[in-house]
């Protein structure tokens, strides 16, 4: 007998795909929807009426904590993508997932935003833990009604959390300190520029940042590091000035490294100048960084795969909900390194429906 399983093997689509046609739901071109269809008629294919009623009956919900994207700051629309996709494989199996973003500037945000979410019941959580003290009333919460929850791109140590889904942050700053002594061998001052925010925000960025001291520290490489902080990197002109006046101050510097996604911005604050002489290394593969990469502004730039994030952590918890299948308690993504060369053949095609 064949399944649907089968069927979207042999239309190469998704089994949620699949599902979406058999079940008349939007969401799938015409193109594939006709191509679906046929392949469905060719094989006398009929939905089993128990199953599926048995499916609906067993219906589990995951909820997703996660940070709004926008045009600037477009580095959350690849693990949100990531989760849409695996939404739609894993709705034939009776499990629904709904998103639910928050301003990640904004621990209120984040806790409305999760009361929000607390309110549609859901059967496990997946969660961007920004806010280390309003994270602990959030699981307290969630704990106190035995709510399982996973850990997406932060990793924050103390948690009872199932899994945490994401990059080595340590290992990745490790490894773009020995790129950056790769690019210049010499004993010589770097910076590190970040937001305030981040310094005691983001875990995964502090991480990173210690990873980097700590490659020249354990290798006895003679380097001095420093850091500038910014506090607000959106402020185009006070993180122009900033920048620029601590170069010129500063003219012994050969790179910087940006912990986080807004490399591009300090590529555009930047006098020509202090880019032509100054080595650049950052992390992820946004539009806007891409294009530094291509442009030659920046050198390195270290994939976290977003959108292999978001799509696992989905696929990880339907499994535990599905056939109680327990995650490893730290699922790592692997890290990529970037260049000119070779960014377009890393860029995951991250639509949601097969066209």
Same mark, same amino acid.
């Given at each position: 007998?064949?399944?649907?399983?089968?069927?979207?093997?042999?239309?190469?689509? #998704?089994?949620?795909?699949?599902?979406?046609?058999?079940?008349?739901?939007?969401?799938?071109?015409?193109?594939? %929807?006709?191509?679906?269809?046929?392949?469905?008629? !060719?094989?006398?294919?009929?939905?089993?009426?128990?199953?599926?009623?048995? %499916?609906?009956?067993?219906?589990?919900?995951?909820?997703?904590?996660?940070?709004?994207?926008? =045009?600037?700051?477009?580095?959350?629309?690849?693990?949100?993508?990531?989760?849409?996709?695996?939404?739609?494989?894993?709705?034939?199996?009776?499990?629904?997932?709904? $998103?639910?973003?928050?301003?990640?500037?904004?621990?209120?945000?984040?806790?409305?935003?999760?009361?929000?979410?607390? @309110?549609?019941?859901?059967?496990?959580?997946?969660?961007?833990?920004?806010?280390?003290?309003?994270?602990?009333?959030?699981?307290?919460?969630? +704990?106190?009604?035995?709510?399982?929850?996973?850990?997406?791109?932060?990793?924050?140590?103390?948690?009872?959390? &199932? %899994?945490?889904?994401? !990059?080595?942050?340590?290992? %990745?700053?490790?490894?773009?300190?020995?790129? &950056?002594?790769?690019?210049?061998?010499?004993?010589?001052?770097?910076?590190?520029?970040?937001?305030?925010?981040?310094?005691?925000?983001?875990?995964?960025?502090?991480?990173?940042?210690?990873?980097?001291? =700590?490659?020249?520290?354990?290798?006895?490489?003679? #380097?001095?590091? !420093?850091?500038?902080?910014? @506090?607000?990197?959106?402020? #185009?002109? +006070?993180?122009?000035?900033?920048?620029?006046?601590?170069?010129?101050?500063?003219?012994?510097?050969?790179?910087?490294?940006?912990? $986080?996604?807004?490399?591009?911005?300090?590529?555009? /604050? &930047?006098?020509?100048?202090?880019?032509?002489?100054?080595?650049?290394?950052?992390?992820?593969?946004?539009?806007?960084?891409?294009? /530094?990469?291509?442009?030659?502004?920046?050198?390195?730039?270290?994939?976290?795969?977003?959108?292999?994030?978001?799509?696992?952590?989905?696929?990880?918890?339907?499994?535990?909900?599905? !056939?109680?299948?327990?995650?490893?308690?730290?699922?790592?993504?692997?890290?990529?390194?970037?260049?000119? +060369?070779?960014?377009?053949?890393?860029?995951?095609?991250?639509?949601?429906?097969?066209?």
């Amino acid at each position: 007998m064949i399944t649907i399983k089968d069927i979207a093997k042999e239309a190469n689509v #998704s089994e949620g795909t699949v599902d979406r046609v058999i079940h008349n739901r939007s969401g799938v071109s015409k193109k594939t %929807a006709a191509k679906v269809k046929k392949i469905l008629e !060719q094989h006398n294919f009929s939905v089993n009426p128990v199953a599926s009623a048995l %499916a609906m009956k067993n219906k589990h919900q995951i909820s997703v904590l996660i940070p709004e994207y926008n =045009d600037d700051d477009l580095f959350w629309k690849s693990p949100y993508l990531g989760i849409l996709k695996a939404a739609t494989d894993v709705m034939s199996f009776g499990v629904q997932v709904n $998103s639910f973003t928050y301003n990640q500037y904004n621990p209120i945000s984040y806790l409305t935003t999760f009361n929000e979410l607390l @309110e549609t019941k859901p059967t496990a959580v997946i969660m961007v833990p920004n806010f280390s003290k309003e994270t602990q009333e959030i699981v307290d919460q969630l +704990e106190a009604i035995d709510i399982p929850y996973l850990f997406l791109n932060i990793d924050i140590k103390g948690f009872k959390n &199932m %899994a945490y889904v994401g !990059q080595d942050s340590y290992t %990745a700053g490790y490894i773009a300190g020995k790129l &950056m002594h790769f690019n210049i061998p010499q004993s010589s001052e770097f910076l590190i520029i970040q937001s305030r925010h981040n310094i005691t925000k983001n875990n995964a960025v502090s991480n990173r940042i210690k990873g980097f001291n =700590d490659y020249f520290i354990k290798n006895k490489i003679e #380097s001095k590091i !420093q850091t500038l902080k910014i @506090e607000n990197l959106n402020n #185009s002109q +006070e993180t122009k000035e900033k920048i620029n006046n601590y170069l010129k101050l500063h003219t012994g510097i050969k790179g910087i490294f940006v912990p $986080s996604s807004r490399i591009y911005i300090v590529v555009d /604050c &930047m006098e020509s100048i202090h880019l032509k002489n100054i080595e650049l290394i950052g992390f992820d593969n946004t539009p806007q960084n891409t294009q /530094c990469l291509l442009n030659d502004a920046v050198s390195f730039l270290i994939s976290q795969k977003p959108f292999d994030q978001g799509y696992q952590a989905v696929r990880l918890l339907a499994d535990f909900l599905i !056939q109680n299948k327990i995650p490893s308690p730290k699922i790592y993504l692997p890290i990529d390194i970037l260049i000119k +060369e070779n960014v377009k053949y890393n860029m995951r095609n991250d639509y949601i429906l097969e066209e």
